[in-house]
């Protein structure tokens, strides 16, 4: 697994690899553009090449992107989703730029209308922008089902996947709050690996490319997105143990996105304390496997 955190680029893409370093990350998360405004962020070349060199001189494997929330692909406004769109190429297009490993986009939100419209139109916008891009892959995030999300279930998924056209380049991201959240309960390796065999029979376990670790401060099936820090929520350092631990998501990227002890997001500290979770989740696995034989 390759542990990390989301991280600022903030004076360039080449800073953001330094954050990661600092804070002994594997992989590291970022915005392509400011979270707040439509505005595109265009790199230049002479800020593409400061990033792969960046990332060649350092211990990270790994780059996602993550498109700003301000997109909802699955809006019944048509300037919206136009909007929406224009953002999601941007992304996909740094993606390629910066060779990451993937963007990471919330499918969109159904608000108060009906769930299989709002796929369809997700899907479709979603193909959109995969037919004007090339390269990056697109990971689709689990939701915690808050205000008509979609994505709060593996059916949904499914279905968003099937309704952008099931490119090659598709796959999932899967956050840990919002699994729980949505009523999966990943606390005990039991938990975890029930939930994720129910994905692969749903999805299929070769889309799943990216994981989020957030702890969760309110209860299963909450349906409320709330991170909590490492060990700090309801899931706890057993549950993250647990999560963490799951054979399956061996090799693939896994960034923090909690607000960190000084609420500036995740510190060297923390990350230190999931991987040590983690090689504790394993142990506890192997014990468990061998008292089975």
Same mark, same amino acid.
């Given at each position: ?14 800073? =953001? ?7 002994? $990350? ?5 915005? *392509?553009?400011?979270?707040? =405004? ?14 792969? %060199? +960046?990332? @060649? ?13 301000? #997109? *909802?692909?699955? %809006? ?8 929406? /769109? &224009?953002?999601?190429? +941007? ?8 060779? +990451? ?8 939100? @159904?608000? %108060?209308?009906?769930?299989?419209? +709002? ?5 479709? &916008?979603?193909?959109? @922008? ?7 892959? #697109?990971? /689709? ?16 998924? @499914? ?13 999932? $991201? ?19 690996? !029930? ?12 889309? /799943?490319?990216?994981?989020?670790? *957030?702890?969760?401060? &309110?209860? /299963?099936?909450? *349906? ?13 350092? !057993?549950? $993250?143990? =647990? ?10 990227? $896994? ?17 230190? #304390?999931?991987? !040590? ?5 394993? !142990? ?10």
């Amino acid at each position: 697994m390759l542990l990390g955190a989301h991280v600022s680029p903030a004076g360039g893409p080449a800073n =953001a690899v330094a954050r990661g370093v600092e804070r002994g $990350c594997d992989a590291i998360q970022i915005f *392509n553009q400011s979270p707040r =405004a439509w505005r595109p962020r265009v790199y230049s070349e002479e800020e593409i090449a400061e990033f792969r %060199t +960046a990332m @060649a001189d350092s211990r990270l494997e790994a780059l996602l992107i993550h498109a700003v929330y301000l #997109l *909802n692909c699955a %809006t019944e406004d048509r300037e919206m989703r136009d909007r929406s /769109l &224009t953002a999601l190429v +941007a992304a996909l297009q740094s993606g390629e730029a910066l060779r +990451a490993h993937a963007v990471v986009l919330h499918p969109g939100s @159904a608000k %108060t209308g009906e769930v299989g419209p +709002a796929i369809e139109r997700a899907g479709a &916008t979603i193909r959109e @922008a995969l037919e004007r891009t090339e390269g990056c892959a #697109l990971h /689709l995030e689990n939701t915690a089902g808050t205000g008509g999300t979609l994505g709060r279930s593996f059916s949904e998924l @499914a279905a968003l996947l099937e309704a952008a056209g099931g490119d090659d380049r598709l796959g999932v $991201c899967l956050d840990s709050c919002h699994l729980y959240a949505s009523g999966f309960d990943v606390r005990t390796p039991a938990g975890a690996t !029930k939930v994720i065999d129910d994905f692969a029979a749903e999805v299929g376990i070769e889309r /799943l490319g990216s994981l989020h670790y *957030n702890d969760s401060q &309110t209860g /299963l099936g909450s *349906n409320r997105d709330r991170h909590a820090n490492v060990g700090e929520g309801e899931l706890g350092e !057993k549950g $993250c143990a =647990a999560f963490l631990s799951e054979p399956r998501f061996d090799e693939l990227p $896994c960034v923090l996105e909690t607000q960190g002890p000084d609420k500036s997001g995740p510190s060297a500290e923390e990350i230190a #304390l999931a991987v !040590k979770l983690r090689e504790r989740g394993r !142990k506890a696995r192997a014990r468990s496997r061998s008292r089975t034989r």
